[in-house]
C-alpha cells in the first residue's frame, strides 16, 4: 500500500502565494512520476503540474510562470509552489504518484482564492 498526505492548502487573497507538499509513504517502487492534479466544482478532473524521475516538467497551459513543481526522489516528497493566485484556481488539488505498483491519488486538499 502507498499512501500520500497532502498539506499546505487553504485560503488565500487574489495575488498571494501557497506552497503545498505531498509526501508518499509505504511500499514504494521506483516512482516514476510526481503530479497534481486539481478538480473544482462542476468540472473534471484536471493535470496543473507533473515531474518525471528524469527531470522533465509539464504543467497546464493556465499555471505557467506562476506554478513550479519540485520533488526530493531521496523523500518521496513533490511540492508545488503557487503564485500570482487567481480566482479561477480555486479547487480541490490533489497528489497523484505512479510507480511500478500503479497510480495513487491523495485525498485532496482545498485551495480557495478569495478576497
Known amino acids: 500500500q502507498v499512501q500520500l498526505v497532502e498539506s499546505g492548502g487553504g485560503l488565500v487573497q487574489p495575488g498571494g502565494s501557497l506552497r503545498l507538499s505531498c509526501a508518499a509513504s509505504g511500499s514504494i517502487f521506483s516512482i516514476y512520476v510526481m503530479a497534481w492534479y486539481r478538480q473544482a466544482p462542476g468540472k473534471p478532473r484536471e493535470l496543473v503540474a507533473r515531474?518525471?524521475?528524469?527531470?522533465?516538467?509539464d504543467y497546464a497551459d493556465s499555471v505557467k510562470g506562476r506554478f513550479t513543481i519540485s520533488r526530493s526522489n531521496r523523500k518521496n516528497t513533490v511540492w508545488l509552489q503557487m503564485n500570482s493566485l487567481k480566482p479561477e484556481d480555486t479547487a480541490v488539488y490533489y497528489c497523484n504518484v505512479a510507480d511500478d505498483s500503479g497510480v495513487h491519488w491523495g485525498q485532496g486538499t482545498q485551495v480557495t482564492v478569495s478576497s
Open positions: 515531474s518525471t524521475t528524469i527531470g522533465s516538467t
